[in-house]
């Protein structure tokens, strides 16, 4: 498949079955939805044929929110399975006619065999609980879809795709708009499945948790590997190694026999040693170390003052928006220090409460109080009107320091900004590049406080390993809502829980926490 002129990939032969849930891996840009666009027959390869075994269904996870807007949202979900809703819907258009034929009678017969068959008198209880499943309620499920916002619509999509419970199931960034512990049912619902999948995700927990095997695009190249993401990360990380080192010593080699091919090769009681030598460099042969498409960025955090005690004391804080009260009367201190993990379900208030710490917003009562030395960097999840302008990318940076040129330029390459790139208007950058100059803004602020919103939205494997190490060896107090399961694991020592109910504050790790609640 070939998009202007390099291929994102070539001669690409791989065989996907056996009930086996590859995770499809690779750095931004390296082809990984354009090959489920393909295997999803939504797109042609440029040469190259994808054969699918006879009477094997294929489902998959939708990208068009707003295709089903007049549909109910039960409809949208049962009509994943195409055989079963064409059935259903010929049935419910025969049993509504005014009057029915005896030739309809008969098809009406043949359709209720065929509805049985397929479980259709159970679709609708199954349908039900997935949408239950995904925190979509009671009420919405006869609903037309076009009430929902985007995120819910894509939850929707999502059980749509699981309801048809296909042969082969191809799911694209599936734990999109999923809370925490949402993803943790969607794990679950996808290891109980027998299906062939193929999953693209950035979540590195959600793929050692559901992934047999990881297929890799990377060097314009798929390579399939069993085993999880961590696992083999690993194992390409020692191959890539250990050719590095066998070439390494090659080259010792190499440069040792042609020393003394050159010494020799005029000394007549030599030649013919110098001769053998200069055959043994033929037959030495360095194995191809192809270049990755992968590159990490260069995050490291520091503060620029140390705090001691407390870091931001709340007192009795109550936050909403038309009539509908978020948190009420919330009291939280948080010590210099401590990395602080915000989770609950969407729409609960996460964002808000960051935003009220941050002092984006004023809350309706009560105060945030912030210890007199305290440096607050803030990172929002919704950051487009931070680059609404049309300044450069060095522009845009030079901001945030007051130091030179270099500093600037310096700090950009650590984002992986170079060349051209520094110098393109910050209007253009995509949500991942934009989420890495922001990184560089922190950077260089060295703020002692960080308030961080789902950082890991719209970043490659790459950048959120290397902001996931940053963030592990940064000296300040850490606040931050992710989805990120890894992320939250690695990195809180405390866990605050947002719910209908009220609030939960626990002193610990979050697999601690989780141990607590009787999930592990």
Not at 80 to 107: C, F, P, T
Not at 354 to 382: F, I, M, N, R
């Amino acid at each position: 498949m070939q998009f202007g002129a390099k291929p994102l990939f070539e001669n690409v032969s791989a065989k996907f079955g056996n009930g086996n849930r590859y995770g499809l891996i690779g750095a931004n840009g390296s082809g990984k939805s354009t090959l489920m666009k393909i295997l999803g027959s939504d797109l042609e390869p440029s040469g190259g044929q994808v054969m699918l075994e006879p009477n094997v269904r294929l489902g998959k996870l939708r990208q068009d929110q707003f295709a089903f807007e007049t549909c109910s949202v039960m409809d949208t979900v049962i009509m994943g399975h195409e055989e079963l809703w064409n059935v259903k819907r010929e049935r419910d258009r025969i049993y509504s006619l005014a009057e029915m034929s005896e030739e309809d009678g008969m098809a009406v017969a043949d359709l209720e065999v065929q509805f049985a068959e397929m479980d259709g008198y159970t679709a609708d209880s199954r349908a039900g609980e997935l949408l239950l499943g995904l925190d979509i309620p009671l009420e919405q499920h006869e609903g037309p879809m076009s009430s929902l916002a985007p995120g819910w619509k894509l939850r929707v999509l999502l059980a749509q795709a699981l309801f048809s419970d296909p042969d082969v199931l191809l799911l694209d960034e599936p734990t999109n708009h999923l809370d925490i512990n949402t993803i943790r049912w969607l794990e679950n619902i996808l290891v109980a499945r027998s299906s062939t999948m193929i999953i693209i995700s950035h979540d590195r927990h959600f793929l050692n948790s559901v992934c047999t095997h990881m297929a890799d695009l990377d060097y314009r190249e798929l390579r399939l590997f069993p085993g999880n993401y961590d696992e083999y990360m690993t194992a390409a990380t020692q191959a890539r190694e250990r050719m590095l080192s066998d070439n390494a010593k090659k080259k010792a080699q190499i440069a040792e026999l042609q020393q003394f091919v050159s010494r020799f090769s005029a000394n007549a009681s030599k030649a013919k040693q110098a001769t053998s030598r200069a055959r043994q460099i033929d037959k030495i042969q360095l194995d191809e170390v192809k270049p990755s498409s992968r590159v990490n960025p260069f995050i490291r955090f520091e503060q620029g003052k140390k705090l001691h005690r407390q870091a931001v004391t709340i007192r009795e804080l109550t936050k909403g928006f038309d009539g509908n009260t978020l948190f009420n009367k919330l009291n939280l201190q948080v010590d210099a220090g401590e990395r602080v993990a915000i989770i609950g379900p969407n729409g609960i208030g996460k964002t808000t409460l960051l935003q009220c710490l941050a002092g984006v917003y004023e809350p309706d009562s009560g105060e945030v109080k912030w210890t007199d030395s305290a440096e607050v960097g803030y990172y929002a999840q919704d950051h487009t009107a931070d680059f609404a302008g049309d300044d450069t990318l060095t522009e845009w940076m030079a901001q945030w320091t007051t130091g030179g040129e270099q500093l600037i330029r310096g700090t950009l390459g650590r984002m992986l900004f170079s060349g051209d790139d520094i110098s393109k208007s910050v209007r253009v950058i995509s949500g991942g590049e934009q989420g890495r100059m922001l990184f560089g803004k922190l950077i260089l602020q060295k703020p002692n406080v960080m308030l961080m919103d789902e950082p890991t939205n719209h970043l490659d494997m790459e950048s959120i390993e290397s902001l996931n190490l940053a963030l592990e060896n940064y000296p300040g107090t850490l606040i931050f809502v992710s989805h990120d399961r890894e992320f939250v694991s690695s990195l809180a020592t405390r866990i605050i829980e947002l719910t209908p109910e009220g609030i939960t504050d626990f002193s610990g790790t979050y697999d601690d926490y989780l141990r607590s609640q009787g999930y592990l």
